[in-house]
């Protein structure tokens, strides 16, 4: 958006104003300056000079010789334009004097002096006319600079327009920005009182809009006794100015207010109307081409918004006019349009077309419909001035998509809250006001109500932002934030799952994230019964494929699946793991629960990748899952409700269908389970193409969560020597290893630090029935060294223990 200091002068006081001031607080508005840019600093050495004689060229038929005056001075000028005369006021460029890249010398032309050049308007740089010298008023004097006289001495602002603002495509728009942060008059040539109501009964023409939605008003009006003639030079000169090329006194005021309201305007031939009708709609089959003011043929689509006469379109509504509509030199009535169409409409209409026009960069952004009656109105104003039409009939003024306007609440308190500082109500309402809202109500509450041309008001915070604006952002003060030193609560649940996470990769596991949309298949494959509640599936209605139907109620075959792809992959030792929830359909028609699972799965070597080779082929097995159980459990400091957490073995019919009977444990906490572990069933890995043993661990999250985690802490270094001592001993075969190490850890506060076990033997010399398990216990007192006395005292009261309790007997050979 171009404008000029002179013209933004005419609406609101900025003469007093620096250029480079005027452009900081445009920019400090949020109104980005591109340019700041002198006008006609080339004719500044340009003075006025009358033509007091021209005499015919003794050397040469095309030259004249011209007796100039300049002031007190007449000098001899050698001239070859055609327009030269007697009396004839111009612009002449003394010796020494610069125009264009042309220094101006004293010269002799075929044998004549020449004390200057007279210049035409396209040498001086004010136009493309070159037809002839300048020709101005005869009133002005000779001598004066011609800066001064055509008031050329101006300056040229070039704004960078953001999408959201297209009230700021227009004069009038930034000048009422200036006004709000200078808190000076805005000054508008036509306001809402100024313009008559609208008659639509006029005899003259008619118009209809066959597509309310893509344009919610349209507003035209007839003028006769058109006199199509050149532009005043001001009008000129203002275009010129912003890069708009004066054609005549009927498109340049359309063009001048276009860019004075940001309402663009367009002006048809009204002879050339058939049936003296506008209708606005969309082409039909056989109007799919249509050759535009350029004079090029284009290639409509049918969503393409036309303004049509009776018979054909004449126009592209909203980018350009049409070539056998268009005001000429032999027209003599008028119909001016003022129309509001929808901005995604011509957007696309000028994309497909490839024709941006000054027209459609405002359409596109959004026009003010209430400013369409006003633009028409400051128009015809000056076509009467200037071109001395009449009014014929009533104008029209269609408006189907009226819509009543925003009103916002603003809350004082909020002002100064965001802006972080003192603000009183009469202070908001005053910046408000100063840019054209209407401000009602005092105290805590104002009521706001949103102008028309403001489309990017929506919320109470846009508003507070506009208050921003015209304080100031370089006056409000910089402040930090009160924010209070405490530790933000975290989610327990989450912070368990980052902790099992961590452990596991750290014990060599790799993170799993697979789809929660799976097969139902899956139920089949795993072996679940008919009435397993595993089986109670939430369906998707619109499943991506027939393989993610169904939100998954289990974690492992998707691991599985996982498992299968790695071998196919040639990647055989696997450990994966996978934190995620799990949907079981409880009832049909409510919500699904929704619940995190964990679930650990385990093939190939037990250390994947080792060095030396004697690592190499030892196979993970049940004990290695176990042991990620049992270390999860230990470092995560998860402790029974009641008592220790327990790893048993199932009843008789309770393992699970995809578990191996002989492998398979619970892991329960009283008599509640929070989880199990095994081999995979040989049968369901069948199932999922895996010919390798798989070892699973699956644990509900949200159980764990809910379980008492013990307090770090801290245990200095022991400062005495430890003992160790063996025990061998041959117990009934249903006595379980883990009974002993629990009976021998109860006894820790007597100088147990630990105890272990390192072999379990059946077979010759122990008789059937019975088993040998061997085990170590480590002695160490913190307050002293252990003498082997004490030592044997108490390793032979927990022998003792162990014997009586679960009826064992030292083996052979101890």
């Known amino acids: 958006m171009k404008f000029t200091i002179s013209w933004l002068n005419e609406y609101v006081q900025v003469k007093d104003l620096n250029p480079a001031l005027l452009a900081d607080k445009l920019t400090m508005l949020g109104l980005e300056v591109e340019t700041v840019q002198e006008l006609y600093r080339g004719v500044a050495d340009i003075v006025t000079a009358r033509v007091r004689q021209v005499r015919k060229h003794p050397n040469a038929d095309r030259l004249t010789l011209c007796d100039v005056e300049v002031g007190d001075e007449t000098i001899q000028v050698v001239c070859g334009a055609p327009n030269v005369r007697e009396g004839l006021v111009t612009a002449l460029a003394r010796p020494g004097t610069v125009v264009g890249s042309m220094k101006i010398k004293k010269a002799k032309v075929r044998g004549e002096v020449s004390m200057g050049m007279l210049c035409s308007e396209k040498e001086l740089g004010l136009s493309e006319d070159h037809s002839g010298i300048m020709e101005l008023d005869d009133s002005i004097a000779s001598g004066l600079p011609l800066a001064e006289v055509l008031e050329l001495d101006d300056t040229m602002i070039e704004i960078d327009l953001t999408p959201n603002r297209p009230d700021c495509a227009s004069v009038i728009g930034i000048a009422r920005e200036v006004a709000g942060v200078t808190r000076r008059e805005l000054t508008i040539p036509v306001t809402d009182r100024d313009v008559p109501a609208p008659d639509n009964d006029g005899p003259e023409f008619s118009v209809r809009i066959d597509e309310p939605e893509l344009c919610p008003r349209y507003a035209a ?307 679940l019964g008919e009435n397993d509640p595993r089986r109670q599936a939430t369906r998707l209605l619109n499943p991506l494929s027939e393989d993610q139907a169904v939100m998954r109620t289990m974690l492992l075959p998707g691991l599985l699946e996982n498992i299968r792809r790695n071998i196919n992959y040639q990647q055989t030792d696997i450990r994966l793991f996978e934190t995620g929830k799990t949907f079981i359909q409880r009832e049909q028609g409510s919500q699904p629960e929704e619940r995190f699972q964990l679930c650990v799965v385990m093939s190939g070597n037990r250390y994947p990748g080792a060095r030396p080779l004697y690592f190499s082929g030892l196979q993970a097995d049940f004990f290695d899952v176990k042991g990620v159980a049992e270390s999860l459990l230990r470092e995560l400091r998860i402790a029974g409700s009641s008592q220790a957490i327990e790893f048993r073995e199932p009843e008789s019919g309770a393992v699970q269908p995809y578990g191996d009977p002989a492998g398979f444990l619970t892991i329960m906490d009283g008599n509640t389970e929070i989880g199990r572990l095994g081999r995979l069933h040989p049968a369901t890995a069948k199932q999922f193409s895996i010919k390798q043993e798989v070892y699973f661990l699956e644990m509900d999250v949200e159980t764990l969560c809910g379980l008492p985690r013990a307090e770090k802490s801290f245990k200095p270094l022991p400062k005495f020597p430890a003992v160790k001592r063996d025990i061998a001993l041959v117990v009934p075969e249903e006595v379980e290893a883990g009974k002993l190490l629990e009976e021998i850890h109860a006894h820790k506060a007597e100088l147990v630090e630990h105890a272990d076990i390192f072999d379990v033997y059946r077979g010759k010399p122990i008789e059937p029935g019975m088993k040998s398990v061997a085990l170590t216990v480590t002695y160490r007192s913190a307050e002293k060294t252990l003498d082997d006395e004490t030592v044997d005292r108490f390793h032979d009261k927990i022998v003792s223990s162990l014997m009586s309790r679960f009826g064992g007997r030292y083996r052979e050979g101890q």
């Open 221 to 527: 009006t007839k003028l006769v006794g058109v006199t199509i003639k050149p532009s005043p030079w001001w009008l000129q000169k203002r275009l010129m100015a912003v890069g708009m090329r004066p054609i005549n006194n009927i498109v340049d005021i359309t063009n001048y207010v276009m860019l004075e309201y940001g309402q663009p305007l367009h002006a048809f031939d009204f002879q050339k109307l058939a049936g003296g009708a506008i209708v606005v709609r969309r082409p039909s089959a056989d109007e799919m081409t249509f050759t535009t003011l350029d004079g090029v043929e284009r290639t409509l689509s049918p969503d393409t918004l036309m303004i049509c006469d009776r018979d054909k379109p004449v126009a592209v509504a909203g980018v350009m006019g049409g070539l056998d509509s268009e005001v000429t030199d032999v027209t003599t009535e008028v119909l001016l349009e003022s129309a509001c169409f929808d901005p995604v409409s011509i957007r696309r209409t000028a994309r497909k077309l490839n024709l941006p026009s000054e027209a459609s960069y405002r359409f596109e952004r959004g026009v003010d419909p209430n400013g369409c009656a006003r633009a028409m109105e400051r128009a015809v104003r000056l076509m009467v001035e200037l071109a001395g039409a009449t009014v014929k009939g009533a104008p029209k003024d269609l408006y189907p998509g009226k819509k009543e306007p925003l009103i916002l609440k603003l809350r004082v308190q909020r002002v100064c809250q965001l802006l972080g500082i003192e603000l009183g109500d009469t202070e908001i309402a005053d910046y408000l006001r100063g840019i054209g809202f209407e401000v009602e109500g005092s105290g805590e509450v104002l009521q706001v109500r949103v102008p028309s041309f403001r489309i990017d008001i929506e919320r109470e915070v846009d508003l507070v932002e506009e208050i921003a604006r015209l304080v100031g952002y370089n006056d409000i003060p910089t402040t930090l934030p009160k924010i209070t030193m405490d530790y933000p609560e975290r989610d327990p649940l989450r912070t368990l799952r980052q902790d099992i996470a961590e452990l596991l990769r750290a014990n060599g596991f790799c993170e799993a994230i697979n789809y929660s949309f799976v097969s139902e298949k899956h139920w089949d494959m795993m072996g």
